[in-house]
């Protein structure tokens, strides 16, 4: 492990869900030359090693986290929030899913979107029209 690529996973263990830009800026605070080609290499090696994953939260950049996040995201349209739960909650419709088409669900790597109950509760209106942005 080369020093750089230690600092990409301690800044990916550090922040959570970070995006590669977030986790070069905090790379770079301690190593300023690394750049965002290599934070990408990086990432990408790890995730092959098993030792971080990445998971699209909704538009824009994928999220990386350590590999030992088990949990499916709830992502709100409206104010951006991100809820997780476990894995777990979607056991049935994996199964479903396997007996059915024969598809192996991993829950870790994608993000439900909806409403969180703050968002539901302050609004008549389910879902966000196509220009409203979020908080």
């Known amino acids: 492990m ?3 690529r230690q600092l990409v996973l301690d800044a990916v263990s550090e ?3 970070a995006t590669p830009e977030a986790i070069c ?5 301690i190593a300023p030359a690394v750049n965002i080609t290599t934070v990408y290499r990086t990432l990408d090696l790890l995730e092959q ?3 971080v994953r990445h998971t699209h939260l909704g538009h824009g950049a994928p999220t990386y986290a350590t590999g030992e996040h088990e949990h499916v995201h709830l992502v709100c349209h409206r104010c951006g929030r991100v809820d997780e739960v476990d894995a777990d909650l979607l056991d049935d419709l994996a199964g479903t899913l396997s007996a059915r088409a024969g598809f192996t669900l991993d829950p870790t790597h994608v993000a439900l979107s909806g409403l969180c109950a703050q968002c539901e509760a302050d609004s008549d209106d389910p879902l966000p029209t196509s220009g409203e942005a979020h908080a």
Do not use: D
């Not at 800026?25 to 605070?29: G, I």
């Open 15 to 17: 922040l959570g869900h």
């Open 25 to 29: 800026t905090k790379v770079q605070e």
């Open 49 to 51: 090693l098993g030792i």
């Open 2 to 4: 080369t020093p750089q």
